[in-house]
């Protein structure tokens, strides 16, 4: 009984009675066996024997009965591999499939391409794209380029085991038409014949421009990622958290990153399968019930010959005779370092950078690369035991073998200890051209780049097929040959090259220096618009400002420009283009009321005197500091009581005209601190004599879009008084243009004064954070940054501030720049003394571009913009039948 009870160990101490078709033992036959023991005494000889086959039979069948419950039950280990398998499988077949595809749009590597951008790639399997800008990764400090690499590695890190990540870096040559025949500014739309003319010579100079260096070359990257999902709505959530955590990474190393929605993705198709071809394509135009054609119908070449000219097997043509190849990236260097991709993608040359990274799971990296290990200790005994066999020393280890050992090692050690992952890796490169002989000479050049880099390109004979449509950024892996990277492998392979900045609808700012592209940066788009122009004297910032608002005022019919002028160099610009000139000093009869209201009327009289208390402090407190005085509590107190008082001397006068610097003096005078008689005094010299021309109701008129406000003849003593008065007048005049979605640009020389005093200081700072929620464009001018930059408050301005252009810097200056914005060398010898007049470091937003700002002289720009004395102007400048009086 004994023996038969402990058949099987299936259910041993359970106390439950197990059925028979569980696989277990049947207790009901062990009672019965044991009630016959019991009841009939010894069992004869006979019934042994029957109870014995009796329990063999039962023990057979539970046996089988188990089996079959184990060959119907799968484990979640096994589950997921079986899954895995399948999909495998799947997508296996459907390449092939592409592969043996007969026509064009069946080859193409997709199914669908819904219009929010998510593309059907193929069945179960679904991607997104994301385009991201260039940063200045390769001209920052080491610690910040440090830190940007470590932001790399999270990107790649964050993707999990399911998700196919391609990264891809591509040039796409500007169409034909368009080199050399860009409309920057529209004649048509401009005030006068001068304007209408200047605009026509501006879109020449910067046509001729594009045609230099590698101008005609646009650089784009895109980080395109799939997932596994039985629908496109599940695959659209699993999308969406990665494209959340991708853009915010990217955000974060000042890389803006945007998702692509369908027709942005198929242009980039498009431009890689139909080269030199204008993209004209509408989903509610082109994809309708009506028209019974997809996505792929209106981006697919009308042809693709994988065996061009009958004998070719490493290239393809395309429509119009075009050749293109992909190259494969088979072996990398030791020495493989962050520049590789970016010497590549500044070739200027058509092609497309992009590689592939499959990570995979901790565990089964580090069992596949344990598993390596052991193959290679394998290797090293058998290695050993023949050198012990022919009498050699078996400690000496062929360099492959013993290197191979030492990579493995150091991979298990990161995978384990450093927090890496592993990855498998696969890398294409694809470039094209009119002819073959055109398509070689970009070939041997892109490999010999590659391999001056430590990466060995080589051809991909026979299977274009796969490689062309792994090229495309669909998300979608065709090419067989891989290897396996770390994260820090990865990583190293930066998708930066040289920092571009070509913003629609923005300005001219001159030639990248590296690469000659021109430089358009628009400043609405800036987080915050305001911006600083320095440089010593002879530098270039009037010519580079003169650019900056002669643009303007070609592209933005709309916008108001006003300058406040220190040496009369922009009056000509003002004259020129139909705007108007007002000359502040003795005897010129021009009149700027300091409490001025024209254009705040919709403003309650609280606000109204509440907006210009702001100003007489700033005011009352500079004349104190050119006195040597404090400016205490008490004398903010009067200048606020004397403020409100001449209000309402004001209303009392009933002639609805605001009040004058007069009836501020008269207040002073009347009160009875003494402090006031001391203000009264600061202000006399405003109020009477020969400088009163900020005591009278203004007579500046704001109904032309362009303003010069010339302080050439104003005296030093003045200066800060009168550029508070304009401030505030270009203040009223902000606030009636933003109720008519008018953007208003100022333009300030000499800052440096406006930061000398904390009281003019404290008002700049509350004007510029206005101004920025009001539409305002301020930009101030100085050639003095250490004056400048002297305190706290000083310096947060100017970091707050998204559009920095640095010329030649003295050495004094240069250090206090290098101290303020985190410098490189690279950044610093762009303002140093070598730097050439117009040439620096624009600063906009994240972009750090290095400026070459030479502007071709010999026609009337040059002649309008220049302001070197040793230059003799040829063109004549004089046609100003449409400029208004000079006043």
């Avoid at 040559?173 to 304007?195: C, S, T, Y």
């Avoid at 002028?565 to 020129?576: K, N, S, V, W």
């Avoid at 902000?734 to 000398?756: D, H, I």
Wanted: proline share 3%; aromatic share 8%.
């Amino acid at each position: 009984m004994d023996a038969f009870v402990h058949a099987s160990g299936d259910g041993f101490g359970n106390t439950a009675p197990l059925r028979s078709d569980t696989g277990a033992i049947d207790m009901d036959a062990i009672s019965q066996v044991a009630h016959v023991t019991q009841g009939a005494g010894k069992l004869t000889r006979k019934e042994k024997k029957h109870a014995k086959r009796e329990m063999k039979r039962r023990k057979k069948e539970a046996k089988k009965a188990e089996k079959e419950a184990k060959k119907t039950y799968s484990s979640i280990k096994s589950q997921l591999k079986d899954r895995d398998k399948e999909l495998s499988d799947k997508m296996a077949d459907a390449r092939k499939k592409r592969d043996s595809a007969k026509d064009v749009v069946n080859y193409i590597g997709y199914n669908k391409m819904y219009q929010d951008g998510i593309c059907e790639v193929e069945e179960g399997m679904f991607s997104s794209s994301i385009a991201f800008d260039d940063t200045s990764y390769h001209s920052v400090r080491d610690e910040q380029q440090k830190a940007m690499f470590s932001a790399i590695t999270r990107l790649y890190d964050q993707f999990g085991a399911d998700t196919l990540v391609q990264m891809s870096v591509i040039n796409t040559p500007l169409l034909k038409e368009e080199v050399g025949h860009r409309k920057f500014f529209d004649p048509e739309r401009q005030a006068n014949d001068a304007a209408r003319n200047d605009a026509q010579v501006f879109n020449n100079i910067l046509n001729d421009k594009v045609k230099e260096g590698v101008s005609n070359i646009r650089r784009n990257r895109y980080l395109t990622y799939s997932v596994t999902a039985d629908t496109a709505e599940d695959a659209a959530r699993q999308l969406s958290r990665i494209e959340v955590e991708s853009s915010r990474i990217l955000n974060s190393i000042g890389s803006k990153a945007h998702l692509m929605n369908g027709t942005q993705r198929l242009s980039v198709i498009h431009s890689l399968l139909n080269p030199y071809k204008p993209f004209l394509f509408d989903y509610q135009r082109d994809i309708s019930a009506k028209r019974l054609q997809t996505t792929k119908d209106c981006i697919a070449p009308t042809q693709i010959d994988f065996r061009p000219d009958g004998h070719y097997n490493d290239c393809v043509k395309l429509d119009n005779g075009v050749y293109a190849q992909v190259l494969v990236m088979k072996k990398f260097g030791s020495e493989l370092s962050d520049r590789a991709l970016a010497d590549m993608a500044d070739l200027p040359i058509p092609m497309a950078i992009t590689w592939y990274v499959q990570p995979m799971d901790k565990s089964k990296a580090i069992n596949y690369v344990r598993t390596r290990s052991a193959w290679i200790d394998k290797e090293i005994i058998e290695e050993q035991r023949s050198a012990v066999n022919k009498g050699y020393d078996f400690s000496i280890l062929p360099q492959e073998l013993k290197y191979s050992k030492e990579e493995t090692e150091d991979v298990l050690d990161h995978l384990q200890n450093k927090n890496q992952r592993l990855y498998v890796f696969t890398g294409l490169v694809y470039t094209y051209a009119e002819s073959k002989e055109a398509l070689d000479t970009q070939v041997l050049r892109i490999i010999s780049t590659a391999r001056q880099n430590s990466i060995e390109l080589d051809t991909y004979d026979y299977r274009q097929r796969q490689g062309l449509n792994s090229i495309l950024p669909l998300g979608h892996n065709h090419v067989e040959i891989s290897r396996m990277f770390t994260t820090a492998q990865v990583s190293i392979l930066v998708p930066f090259a040289t920092q571009e900045l070509d913003d629609a609808g923005g300005n001219f700012y001159g030639q990248n220096k590296h690469s000659r592209n021109l430089v358009v940066c628009n400043r609405k788009k800036l987080t915050s618009p305001m911006g600083f122009v320095c440089g010593k004297t002879g530098s270039g910032k009037g010519m580079f400002t003169k650019t900056e608002m002669t643009g303007t005022i070609f592209s933005n019919p709309t916008d108001e420009i006003y300058v406040i002028d220190r040496a009369g160099e922009y009056t000509a610009i003002a004259e020129r283009y139909g705007g108007s000139t007002y000359h502040f000093g003795v005897g010129t009869g021009t009149h700027l009321n300091p409490f001025d209201t024209v254009s705040v009327e919709h403003m309650t009289r609280n606000e109204q005197i509440a907006f210009k208390v702001d100003a007489m402090l700033a005011q009352a407190g500079a004349s104190a500091a050119e006195a040597g005085s404090n400016f205490s509590e008490v004398d903010q107190s009067l200048v606020q009581r004397c403020t409100e008082l001449a209000f309402q001397k004001a209303a009392e006068r009933g002639d609805n005209l605001p009040p004058t610097l007069q009836d501020f003096y008269d207040a002073a005078n009347e009160q009875p601190e003494e402090q006031a008689q001391v203000i009264a005094l600061r202000y006399e010299r405003f109020v009477k004599g020969s400088m009163n021309f900020f005591n009278h109701q203004s007579n500046v008129d704001f109904n032309t879009r362009i303003v010069d406000f010339n302080l050439k003849d104003l005296p030093d003593s003045m200066l800060v008084f009168a550029l508070i008065n304009v401030c505030e007048a270009v203040r009223n005049r902000m606030y009636f243009n933003a109720k008519r979605n008018v953007r208003t640009w100022l333009y300030v020389e000499e800052m440096q004064s406006m930061f000398a005093y904390p009281t003019v200081l404290n008002y700049f700072s509350r004007f510029s954070n206005e101004g920025r929620k009001f539409g305002l464009l301020l930009t101030g001018i100085s050639q003095n940054a250490t004056a400048m930059l002297a305190n706290e408050a000083a310096r947060n301005i100017v970091l707050n501030a998204d559009f920095l252009m640095l010329l030649k810097q003295s050495p004094l200056d240069r250090m206090k720049w290098a101290e303020l914005l985190n410098l490189s060398e690279q950044e610093e010898e762009c303002i140093d003394e070598s730097a050439e007049p117009g040439d620096g470091l624009l600063i906009a937003g994240n972009a750090r571009v290095p400026i070459r700002g030479k502007f071709p002289s010999g026609n009337v720009l040059y002649d309008l913009f220049s302001t070197n004395p040793n230059e003799t102007k040829k063109t004549g400048l004089g046609d100003k039948k449409d400029a208004k009086p000079v006043i």
